[in-house]
């Protein structure tokens, strides 16, 4: 492994190219199930890696969209004050809404985010994550489709970030000490 800080790699490349395919697999069965428009929701900046290989694996059509929200700083712990940074350019009203998200730790930062967008009469409101922390959740979040539940260790890589680093790594490492 090259020096990236990086001290044991949690979830590797091709278990990510697996676990993409299958949520796509998911995420178009549910969706054709039920029809209507679909907006894709990415948190920024976390998510755009793992959006990006999913909406290329989701077969129906939808439209994208992004919101940036901060709850971390530049620290390692989530610190439950929740920032949106940027707004949606699409209404969501009236249509179909999967948020995605790299990780889902404490809730904290999902539990505001969810609360906003259904002020906004969206048809329904689906939840999907790459990374989820149980362990660590706080506020309780229904989440739809789920990627990977991991320990309740600092990981980064494949769009997760330390201090805005990181992000361009091919898999999910644990940051070492």
């Keep these: ?17 697996d676990i993409v395919a299958g949520l ?7 969706y054709r199930g039920i029809g209507g428009e679909l907006i ?5 900046r976390g998510s755009f890696v793992f959006m990006a290989d999913l909406v290329r694996k989701i077969h129906y059509p939808l439209v994208v969209d992004f919101m940036a929200v901060s709850s971390y700083g530049n620290g390692t712990v989530s610190s439950g004050d929740v920032k949106i940074v940027m707004d949606l350019d699409e209404s969501v009203e009236g249509r179909h809404v999967l948020l ?5 730790d404490t809730g904290s ?12 009469n969206p048809a329904s409101l689906r939840v ?10 706080k506020y309780d979040i229904q989440i739809d489709f789920c ?7 600092f990981v980064c890589g494949y769009g997760l970030d330390y201090r805005q680093k990181y992000r ?3 898999y999910v490492g644990v940051l070492g000490e």
């Design 109 to 120: 930062t999902f539990k505001k985010v969810i609360r906003m967008l259904n002020n906004r």
């Design 40 to 44: 894709v929701v990415g948190l920024l």
């Design 24 to 30: 796509g697999e998911e995420i178009t069965d549910h």
């Design 128 to 137: 999907c994550t790459f990374l989820n922390k149980p362990s660590r959740r």
């Design 100 to 104: 995605v998200e790299d990780i889902i």
């Design 1 to 17: 492994m090259p020096d990236t800080g990086v001290s044991k790699i949690l979830v590797k490349e091709q278990e990510i190219v």
């Design 147 to 153: 990627g990977k539940d991991i320990p309740d260790e």
């Design 168 to 170: 361009n790594l091919p």
